[in-house]
Nanobody
């Protein structure tokens, strides 16, 4: 069993910053890609950013230049530094990871989500 737990969400004014964290725990041999997704009310869940084990990052156009994804492989943790936040960034943010478990099986895991609200 593997689980992810996010933290760092909250309420911030437009132009402000927040840092999200997500740590994976459980039967983990290796974590391949990690990423952040978000879902606003009434909308589909969208990709925000992903990062490979070798730190190759990709971003959605809407956050390029404002958000930075990083990871600490020794801590099984991924971060999302969000700067210059806009009201349209308001959403529930979900952490995701592709995990190789100790029994050599693969598992795609999701965290429960953390709310980010940006006020205008």
């Amino acid at each position: 069993q593997v689980w992810l737990v996010e933290s760092g969400g909250g309420l911030v004014q437009a132009g402000g910053s927040l840092r999200l964290s997500c740590t994976a725990s459980g039967s983990i041999r290796r974590i391949n890609f990690m990423g952040w997704y978000r879902q606003a009310p009434g909308k589909q869940r969208d990709l925000v950013a992903t990062i490979s084990r070798g730190d190759s990052a990709n971003y959605a156009d809407s956050v390029e230049g404002r958000f930075i994804i990083s990871r600490d492989n020794t801590e099984n943790t991924v971060y999302l530094q969000m700067n210059s936040l806009k009201p349209e960034d308001t959403a529930v943010y979900y952490c995701a990871a592709n995990i190789l478990r100790l029994d050599w099986s693969r598992q795609d895991s999701w965290g429960p989500g953390t709310q980010v609200t940006v006020s205008s």
